[in-house]
């Protein structure tokens, strides 16, 4: 922002709405230039820790193959963040002006749409995963034909494919203009782009379909579960037989609650953006994408945590 614009904002504010607003943009950059560093640098050690762990061959299982891609993604999806937010942060505060400013610029043509690519595959290898267990424990006798580590593969190659075909239209919502400044493309500014693509089609498909799958599919693998470890209590069988099933019942419920909680604001934040499309400042063109990266990149420092936890 301009010297110019500046003085005029200042005569439109009082004392009491500057100091909000300064305070608003001192958090906005302790949270982008410090706590966001800090829970991707953690969760990406931890994403690569489980990659080396599940890619081990005695460690291979169509589970383990699931899990070491979901780690793939959520380290792409922490790396793209560490790089984008950080660096915006920084470009903020020297007043859009700069050599960081300009890296800033050129690596958010690629990093913005490579992080929504990661993010679409890693919320539906959680799918994949629910999937995997569920029939897992309602068709055992069948999970060494039905659930192998070549079609774990196969369904991950899947779900790149088509998570980079759904989010190749991101790549032409950025652009450089003259001065190699990032700014909004017309695509972006499509009103019907936003509300059929950004909004209803990631609400549908990034959250509705999985969340409705996710439920349904961990509801009846818990009760299996549950049903199994009463059977077996009953058999007495061994203390740890039962341990190990009450923490299967624990991890479904967890993935469902931290699934839910942490996407239901990025699709809040979509819906958010829909209604608020006609808003033309930069500053409200960053804010959405801002606040539904920053939940995502919990989401995937979450789970990263959780899987070192199994």
Same mark, same amino acid.
């Given at each position: 922002?301009?010297?110019?614009?500046?003085?005029?904002?200042?005569?439109?504010?009082?004392?009491?709405?500057?100091?909000?607003?300064?305070?608003?943009?001192?958090?906005?950059?302790?949270v982008?230039?410090?706590?966001?560093?800090?829970?991707?640098?953690?969760?990406?050690?931890?994403a690569?820790?489980?990659?080396?762990?599940?890619?081990?061959?005695?460690?291979?299982?169509?589970?383990?193959v699931?899990?070491?891609?979901?780690?793939?993604?959520?380290?792409v999806?922490?790396?793209?963040?560490?790089?984008?937010y950080?660096l915006?942060s920084?470009?903020?505060r020297?007043?859009?002006?700069?050599?960081?400013?300009?890296?800033?610029w050129?690596?958010?043509?690629?990093?913005?749409?490579?992080?929504?690519?990661?993010?679409?595959?890693?919320?539906?290898?959680?799918?994949?995963?629910?999937?995997?267990?569920? $029939?897992?424990?309602? %068709?055992?006798?069948?999970?060494r &034909?039905?659930?192998? @580590?070549?079609?774990? /593969?196969? #369904? !991950?190659?899947c779900?790149?494919?088509?998570s980079?075909?759904?989010?190749?239209?991101?790549?032409?919502?950025?652009?450089?203009?003259?001065?190699?400044?990032?700014?909004?493309?017309?695509?972006?500014?499509?009103?019907?782009?936003?509300? $059929?693509?950004?909004? %209803?089609?990631?609400?549908?498909? &990034?959250?509705?379909i @999985?969340?409705?799958? /996710?439920? #349904? !599919?961990?509801?009846?693998?818990?009760?299996?579960?549950?049903?199994?470890?009463k059977?077996?209590r009953?058999?007495?069988?061994?203390?740890?037989?039962?341990?190990?099933?009450?923490?299967?019942?624990?991890?479904?419920?967890?993935?469902?609650?931290?699934?839910?909680?942490?996407?239901?604001?990025?699709?809040?934040?979509?819906?958010?953006?829909? /209604?608020?499309?006609?808003?033309?400042t930069?500053?409200a063109?960053?804010?959405?994408?801002e606040?539904?990266?920053?939940?995502?990149?919990?989401?995937?420092?979450?789970?990263?945590?959780?899987?070192?936890?199994?």
């Amino acid at each position: 922002m301009n010297q110019t614009s500046t003085t005029e904002n200042n005569s439109t504010f009082s004392e009491a709405d500057l100091q909000y607003i300064q305070n608003g943009e001192s958090f906005q950059a302790f949270v982008y230039s410090v706590l966001m560093p800090c829970v991707c640098i953690p969760g990406m050690l931890g994403a690569c820790i489980s990659i080396i762990i599940f890619t081990k061959k005695q460690m291979r299982s169509s589970l383990n193959v699931y899990l070491a891609g979901l780690s793939v993604f959520d380290l792409v999806v922490l790396s793209m963040s560490l790089i984008i937010y950080p660096l915006m942060s920084e470009c903020i505060r020297n007043g859009s002006d700069g050599t960081i400013c300009h890296v800033f610029w050129r690596t958010s043509l690629f990093a913005y749409p490579v992080s929504l690519m990661a993010q679409t595959g890693s919320v539906w290898t959680c799918v994949a995963i629910t999937v995997d267990r569920f $029939l897992a424990v309602k %068709y055992p006798l069948h999970m060494r &034909l039905w659930c192998t @580590p070549q079609k774990a /593969i196969c #369904a !991950l190659c899947c779900i790149t494919g088509l998570s980079i075909l759904y989010k190749i239209p991101s790549i032409f919502e950025l652009k450089l203009d003259e001065n190699g400044r990032v700014h909004k493309t017309e695509l972006r500014d499509n009103r019907l782009y936003i509300l $059929l693509y950004n909004t %209803y089609g990631n609400v549908l498909i &990034l959250f509705v379909i @999985p969340w409705v799958i /996710i439920i #349904a !599919l961990n509801v009846v693998t818990v009760n299996a579960v549950r049903a199994a470890y009463k059977i077996r209590r009953e058999m007495r069988l061994n203390q740890r037989s039962d341990d190990n099933e009450r923490r299967c019942t624990k991890m479904a419920t967890v993935t469902i609650i931290a699934f839910i909680v942490f996407n239901s604001v990025a699709a809040l934040n979509n819906v958010i953006e829909a /209604i608020n499309v006609n808003t033309n400042t930069q500053d409200a063109e960053y804010s959405q994408d801002e606040r539904s990266q920053y939940v995502i990149t919990l989401d995937s420092n979450e789970h990263d945590m959780r899987i070192q936890s199994m």
